[in-house]
């Protein structure tokens, strides 16, 4: 009698100790009356202001942002927390190259189409909407925040120094195609002499570019087949990019590296093909030190869409009815133009492309570059371009080979066969 | 009724040891066994369970060429930076067990790389192995050579790794020996010199064959991190694309594989058999680690 109830209470005391590690979340309820949406970013919105509105117009409501700068890390972080059923936050972000992946998840997420979704889908240009609704068109998991409308940022100082043009007009002329793109680097490069300095930042960052212009799709078909191969614009920016390094053009900085990041204070390069969201990306990295330094002209090969991103409200959330409000209201007319005045992010609503506030829009930094020209005008023409699931390994493993290729580590005809190769492995 | 009461001690003996087993097969056991039956799956990290494919995971291990490029990626590193770690932790552990002035000072000195984090380290490294502005290279064309790409060509980025390793694990490796150090007998030193043993002697034969046991110990948990080595060489990776460990990989370790496979490739059946042919691994190399620490011993 003694020992079983000796026993019992020592195997009690060990369950409770192993329950109480296994579920340790708990967290304090809320009153009803407060409440805190944990908003779950990557990189720069620009809703500071935003979330004011929102919350004085929801008492009691809080809004904590939580922004991750690397995308790639963000993406890893969230994939594990919606993958897990862990808590990603009430409301997440989600990037152009990972919707088909997470529509895979559709069922984590909240259907925005049974929370009044299908009254507001209309706002947005079309194809935003089906980019965040699976493939049977019954669930909707995101409401889209901005487009990725290209343009060429380039530094007025540098180009001044080389003996090019300095006006953003007479600048965009020098390149309608990326033929002259390049010719006009070879220009650049002799021009500027002995000075550190390379005409493009990186080759992955023009290659990207030339990839996300042409069609509609990249890597992968609209069956998600594997296309690396057959879709001649894979191997048309693959050859524009090589020809760049070839000519000595590039700076050789990988993208989001510290070096990259310091190359926009001191210089390194004199042009990069700007997103719209890039824009506050180049403000913050340049620092106010270069302020009018950096311009806006048109990007060669004629517009582009890179780019772009969504908002979900994953199940996990407490708080999911209010999470809600505050995505229709960011991704609405209000929550784009603040995000859009703050970091530049080209909206996603065509009711906004005709406001003159948005049209005639400048930025100041940017040597008061008529940004509402160069990105709104041609916002209503952009074509979405489908990424396949497997987008983000397939593009990683190809940006590597051609940084291999650009940093002299492989002939470009080894680099090719190497992507290729990568590319099949990664898409499997 | 003898019998009894042993039945009964031995039942309060398993009760008082079962938080712990109860704790391993949670935290432990479940883990292990669940992450094999995984392994056997086509597993899609975001939409779930494909289908069950028994070994062929393995199989596909086994001819993957990006694994086994990661595996000397790892035991390279492991090699460059746990050898010279070691000596340099013995030597330390005798210089700190001496009579130096301010001998707190220096012991506790010892240990502050370890406490920063690693973060931290390794942004502070990747700025020193940096390209174009690092101090590495400007140290380089000091003494007259050329400036490295770090980045760039396997042996550089595995020298600069296995220089953050070693930075932050060579301290905490030397307090452990210098406890060893101390609780060796001082009679043994007294009659190897009444002896005359040289100082060098009395180290080969005493100090080292007396810290077998710790050396042990040090090199098990070096080897363990070693092996599982991720965060110094991600963030040596700086932007985008960290996890691939350089433009051709020259830097990925089988841990960072591992997570990529896991979460850029979403391939989470092949990902957990990458972690379990990690795990036996790590336990043929700990088994002859014991080997060869065993023959030091034999060897004097």
Redesign the interface.
Known sequence: MNRTRQFAATLTAAIALGGLAACGDGGSSDDGEDITLRVNLFGKFGYTEAYKKFEADHPGVKIVETAEGDLGKYNTKLTQQIAAGGDAGDVVAIEEGQTVAFLAAADKFVNLQEKGGDDVKDRWLPWVWDKATTADGKTTIGYGTDVGGLAMCYRRDLFEKAGLPTDRDEVGTLWPTWDEFIATGKKFQSGIGGDKVAFVDSSTNTYNSILMQQGDHTYFDKDDELVFDSNPAVKSAWDYAVEMTEADLSAQLKAFSDEWNAGFKNGSFATIACPAWMTGYIKDQSGEGNAGKWDIATVPGGGGNWGGSWLAVPKSGKHQEMAIELIDYLSGEEGQMLAFEAEGRLPSLPALHDKPELKEATNAYFNDAPVGQLFVAGAAQLEPVYLGTKNVPVRDAVENALRSVENGEVPPAKGWSDAKAAATKAAR | MARTRLA?QQ??GL??V??YF??FA??GLFPLVYTAWVSMHEW????GKVEFVGLANYRELMADS?FWRALVNTFGIFVLATVPQLILATVLAQLLNTRLRSRTFWRMGVLLPNVASVAAVG?IF??IF????GIANWLLEQIGLDRV?WR?HRWSSWIAIAVMVDWRWTGYNALILLAALQSVPKELYEAARIDGASSWRQFWSITVPMLRPTLIFVTIVATIGGIQLFTEPLLFN???????G????QFQTVAMYL??QA??????GYASTIAWVLFLIIAVVAAINLLLLRRIRSAD
């Not at chain 2, 899609?44 to 939409?47: F, S």
């Not at chain 2, 940096?130 to 502005?133: G, K, P, S, T, Y």
Request: aromatic share 12%; charged share 15%; hydrophobic share 50%.
């Open positions: 009964r039942g309060a009760a008082f079962s938080p109860l704790v949670v935290f899609t990290l975001l939409a990006a942004i990747g700025m940096a390209r174009d502005f790409d760039a700086t932007g985008a694309n960290a996890i691939s350089g433009n051709r990989s997570v990529q979460f850029t490739g979403q391939r989470f």
